[in-house]
């Protein structure tokens, strides 16, 4: 989920343009496939994390929403905030 | 047409990897999934190939398949939708082996199946619940019949055995299905990938069996309930001593037929039991009766084979029936040759008092209403005459 909002900081993208992005960031560690993906979409669209911006033909795109902006900086701190715990070891 | 290739579908819906697995294999052998009626699965022949297929839940139900957001998504991934099975299930495939798997993350698949679960476990449920409503119906059919235990399991055991089967299968297979579905779910939950079935041979032929099995015991219940309803009447009207048409209405009710049903005791003017010459037709299947100013001849078949004859009953006993307006103090009738006669209580329509008497001859009735003016005595000697030689 973290990867997904990591993937619209860039800009509006499409389903297939996300799972390109995070399997380039991950260097093919994460690979999401398309039904984990929609979930996840349905999931921020209906908390209003992100929502569809263009429909054009099959592609739809979608943005990330100031709330989704949020979501996204606060994860990223309690992550950095894990490692430094971890560090701290 | 000679390009398809039709199926039986041999699995559960709900068991989506044994599909998924066995739709691999068929496309392996050329048979590409095109379309399905029912359990009718529809192949279209090509050439063999290697092909992932997967079933997915997400996109709700509907008569057209899953929502186009989904479809759309998935396709620009790579997987193709090809059809919907029981409304819920969505077929995808996908010929690239390097598209990534449908669902990545079996955690967020199962949270995708959990409202699917919640229905088959409600489903579930009541399934349990309609066995244990039809072991109640089959113990009170029991409790409550007049006829001991031992002749009702004689007369009925076809019907009772088939009931207590079905009984029984349902419940395994009712477990059985819990189990695969709450298997699949918990996997997932747990983090486990679904996996491809190698072998599935036990689970479609248990499937289909048991699918066959049900059928066939539902309609073993449902014929032997008439050939039943027959066998447990005539072992009542053989036995039976006193007034016809008490036998009648409670013949009626048992039969359940509902106009009659409906009706009170007391609106039971007159009924008779035919006892026909033919040892084919039941003794039961021929009421008399007549109700308010209408004179109704009603023919009960319990039998479905009997039906033409029930027909054919019907049309000789309405051809000589007469009604005569009569007079005459009914204890001096005569009805001497007569295999039967039956005279009914007074009773009134609209100002008039009528009586009846019935006379029967084999399978030659006469009815004859008193209604206050006629020698009903000459007539009923008359009757009797006629249909005496009528039988003759």
Redesign the interface.
């Known amino acids: 989920m973290f990867y997904v909002l990591m993937s619209f900081l860039g800009g509006e993208k499409c389903g297939i343009e996300i799972t390109e992005y995070i399997r380039a960031k991950t260097r093919g560690r994460v690979s999401l496939g398309p039904g984990t993906l929609y979930t996840i979409l349905a999931k921020f669209e209906s908390e209003k994390m992100i929502e569809e911006t263009e429909v054009v033909g099959r592609k739809r795109t979608y943005k990330l929403t100031q709330k989704g902006k949020d979501a996204y900086y606060a994860e990223l701190d309690r992550l950095r905030q894990c490692i430094a715990d971890a560090e701290e070891v | 047409m000679g390009n398809i290739k039709n199926k039986w579908f041999p699995f559960e819906w709900f068991d989506i990897e044994n599909a998924q697995s066995w739709f691999e294999d068929c496309e392996k052998k050329g048979l590409k999934l095109k379309d399905r009626f029912g359990r009718i699965i529809g192949f279209e022949k090509t050439e063999p190939r290697e092909c992932r297929y ?1 079933i ?1 839940v ?1 996109g709700g139900r509907g008569e057209y398949g899953p929502d ?12 193709e939708y090809v059809l919907t099975l029981m409304n819920t299930y969505h077929v995808y495939r996908c010929y690239d082996p390097e598209v ?6 079996p955690v ?2 199962a ?2 199946m959990k409202k699917m679960h919640i229905k088959n476990m409600i489903f579930e449920i009541v399934e349990v619940l309609f066995v244990i409503v039809f072991l109640g119906m089959l113990i009170s059919e029991f409790m409550s019949s007049e006829i001991p235990l031992r002749e009702t399991i004689e007369t009925g055991s076809v019907r009772f055995f088939s009931l207590v089967t079905m009984l029984l299968l349902l419940l395994p297979v009712g477990i059985i299905q819990m189990h695969i579905r709450s298997s699949i779910y918990h996997r997932l939950k747990r983090g486990e990938k679904l996996k491809s079935k190698k072998r599935y041979i036990g689970a479609a032929v248990t499937s289909t069996l048991s699918l066959l099995l049900l059928i066939t015991l539902l309609l073993t219940y449902w014929i032997s309930g008439f050939v039943t309803i027959a066998n447990s009447s005539s072992h009542m009207l053989a036995n039976y001593k006193g007034e016809l048409d008490v036998i009648c209405l409670e013949h009626i009710e048992y039969g359940e037929t509902r106009r009659l049903s409906e009706m009170e005791p007391d609106d039971f003017k007159c009924g008779n039991f035919m006892k026909t010459d033919s040892d084919v037709l039941a003794p039961e299947m021929l009421i008399l009766y007549e109700y308010g100013e209408d004179m109704y001849l009603h023919i009960e078949y319990y039998k479905m084979r009997y039906r033409s004859l029930a027909s054919r009953m019907a049309h000789e006993l309405m051809f000589p029936k007469d009604y005569h307006d009569i007079t005459a103090p009914f204890e001096m009738i005569t009805v001497e040759g007569a295999d039967e006669a039956y005279l009914s209580e007074e009773y009134t329509v609209g100002n008039e008092i009528r009586r009846e008497l019935i006379i029967r001859c084999g399978s030659r009735v006469v009815s004859v209403i008193h209604s206050g003016d006629a020698e009903l005595i000459d007539w009923a000697d008359e009757y009797a005459a006629m249909l005496l030689n009528a039988k003759d």
């Open positions: 997967r997915d997400i186009t957001s989904v479809t759309d998504l998935y396709a620009e991934c790579g997987w990534p798997e449908l669902h990545t993350d967020l698949q949270k995708s």
